[in-house]
């Protein structure tokens, strides 16, 4: 199967609770499904955990109490994985991705964008999602020992210019006025895109 080469490619990262699936599923809306995917690096490494331990691989994608149990186990899991492969969730999370945008909603270690970095440098750009922890508590967020201060929720809390920061706090800026640019520079990827496959035909 012939490699996908996107467009651009948006990796988000943010704290729990911050909002991250929300903001990266309104960027989807309003690029389309034709344009852009959402990629979890979580979902791969969920259903590989899920297999390997007779457990429900669609309540560990949920964000009920469920996952939680199951969250700090599940992390000391996939750290001894990215050990052994740091690439390993990136290339599995990718093989079905065809749109010229992709958006990958939990990049949560310096290794993962690195990989990034790496496979698709000039593609690759940063977002940071960013509440308050006021915000995350009024969502559901509780600081869990083993699971707030590991490398999962910490790695790239330092050490990484992000391209664009985002504040998704209720009394915050508008999200849409906040996406602004970031959109624009998306779209503009798309019919890019769109001109090259017209040519191509």
Same mark, same amino acid.
């Given at each position: 199967m012939e490699k996908t080469t996107p467009k651009l490619i948006l990796l988000f990262s943010g704290k729990r609770k911050c909002g991250k699936d929300y903001v990266t599923h309104l960027i989807q809306k309003r690029l389309g499904p034709d &344009?852009?995917?959402?990629?979890?690096? %979580? &979902?791969?490494?969920?259903?590989? !955990? &899920?297999? +390997?331990? /007779?457990? $429900? !691989?669609?309540?560990?994608? /949920? %964000?009920g109490q469920y996952k939680e149990q199951y969250r700090a186990d599940m992390i000391a899991w996939g750290e001894l994985r990215r050990k052994s492969d740091p690439g390993f969730f990136c290339r599995l999370v990718l093989k079905d991705a065809t749109q010229p945008i992709w958006i990958v909603s939990d990049t949560r270690r310096l290794s993962d964008l690195q990989w990034f970095r790496m496979e698709y440098p000039t593609q690759s750009h940063c977002v940071r999602v960013e509440a308050s922890d006021q915000t995350r508590k009024e969502r559901g967020w509780e600081f869990t020992p083993g699971v707030d201060d590991a490398e %999962? +929720?910490?790695?790239? $809390? #330092? /050490?990484? #210019?992000f391209d664009w920061t985002i504040r998704n706090d209720k009394d915050g800026p508008p999200l849409d006025e906040q996406l602004n640019e970031l959109l624009s520079v998306a779209l503009e990827k798309a019919a890019v895109s769109d001109m090259s496959d017209s040519h191509s035909k």
């Open positions: &344009a852009c995917c959402v990629l979890r690096l %979580s &979902a791969p490494l969920k259903l590989q !955990y &899920a297999q +390997e331990n /007779g457990l $429900d !691989y669609k309540q560990l994608l /949920g %964000s %999962s +929720e910490c790695g790239l $809390d #330092t /050490g990484v #210019t």
